[in-house]
């Protein structure tokens, strides 16, 4: 039962570009959200998050949006640079399971110089 | 700050053989993680220990693998024995605490490969 999906394996943009990448779930109990961001070889590394209480919160280059309605969370990168190129985990979690983690698949993001 | 230390950083066995991996936490946190991340898919949580307690173990394979965190720092964890499909990247993680708000802070991981 995959609670969190990220239907997109890639995606490729050009530098200076917007990047959105994006992330379903079906757990309604879900109230909290978190992108994380792995380079090959090394451990993910929390980049922004979201309550389920608020429906955007912006961190530098990067802005998450939730749609609770919708079961769904993107993140946009704006703009894109080529150390962006990582793969970027969505995650949530909710209050009755404590701080465990429910990740997506991942989505590889490549900026093109 | 130090981040969060694994080791080893790869390691091959055989199938029925035992494997063991080490974790110390960044300084100071309290709540520490065990997961595991089979190529191609996301982390999935194994173990979750709050000092040396266990909060969550209910995706552990109980029957091969098992953790511990005796002084509420450093936490082993070990496969015994190792099967083919425990081939994955095992990655430790800590926070300062187990609130959902609490950033959790992962090491590199170590790669594991069953022949």
């Known amino acids: 039962d995959q609670q969190v999906k990220q239907n997109s394996p890639s995606l490729s943009v050009q530098e200076g570009r917007i990047s959105i990448l994006n992330c379903d779930y079906t757990?309604?109990?879900?109230?909290?959200f978190l992108w994380y961001k792995k380079y090959p070889a090394e451990g993910p590394t929390f980049l922004i998050s979201i309550s389920s209480i608020k429906d955007k919160n912006e961190d530098g280059r990067f802005t998450v949006f939730l749609n609770k309605s919708a079961k769904h969370l993107s993140l946009h990168i704006v703009p894109s640079q080529p150390g962006d190129s990582a793969v970027y985990f969505c995650a949530a979690s909710a209050i009755s399971s404590g701080s465990r983690l429910t990740f997506g698949e991942g989505t590889q993001l490549t900026v093109n110089p | 700050e130090a981040g969060v230390a694994q080791s080893p950083r790869y390691k091959i066995i055989e199938k029925r053989q035992s494997v063991a991996f080490w974790c110390n936490p960044i300084s100071g946190h309290a709540t520490l993680y065990w997961y595991q991340q089979i190529l191609g898919q996301g982390p999935k949580l194994l173990i979750q220990?709050?000092?040396?307690?266990?909060?969550?173990d209910s995706q552990l394979p109980k029957d091969r693998f098992s953790a511990e965190r005796l002084k509420g720092v450093d936490s082993t964890l070990k496969i015994q024995p190792a099967k083919l499909e425990d081939s994955a990247v095992y990655l430790c993680?800590?926070?300062?605490?187990?609130?959902?708000?609490?950033?959790?802070?992962f090491g590199d991981g170590t790669r594991l490969s069953i022949l």
């Open positions: 220990f709050q000092n040396n307690g266990v909060v969550d």
């Open positions: 757990n309604s109990m879900f109230d909290y």
């Open positions: 993680a800590s926070s300062s605490g187990h609130e959902i708000n609490q950033p959790q802070h």
